[in-house]
């Protein structure tokens, strides 16, 4: 998984070598990237990058779900 945002770098922030067959829920491992400034962007880019050994033959759904952790200070404490 990758991200990016405006006037910054794409930057791989995890990924998973091997899934096994009857997976359903996929937790990536972290690269541990700082992602303070995408985070402060206005917007940002998620992408993913898959490979198969096998042929699909149906659709598959793919939901993302993303939990980012701030360390925020709010101003005047």
């Known amino acids: 998984?990758?991200?990016k945002a405006d006037g910054?770098?794409?930057v791989k922030i995890?990924?998973?070598e091997t899934i096994p067959q009857t997976t359903k829920v996929l937790k990536l491992d972290l690269t541990g990237a700082d992602?303070?400034?995408y985070i402060k962007a206005d917007k940002f880019t998620?992408?993913?990058n898959t490979k198969t050994d096998?042929?699909?033959n149906s659709d598959?759904?793919?939901e993302i779900h993303s939990v980012f952790y701030v360390?925020?200070?709010?101003l005047g404490q």
């Not at 360390?71 to 709010?74: F, G, N």
Request: no cysteine; proline share 0%; net charge negative.
């Open 8 to 10: 910054l770098d794409e």
């Open 71 to 74: 360390d925020a200070k709010v």
């Open 60 to 62: 598959h759904h793919i």
């Open 54 to 56: 096998e042929t699909i």
């Open 46 to 48: 998620l992408r993913l």
């Open 1 to 3: 998984m990758y991200i």
């Open 35 to 37: 992602l303070k400034e």
């Open 14 to 16: 995890a990924w998973k």
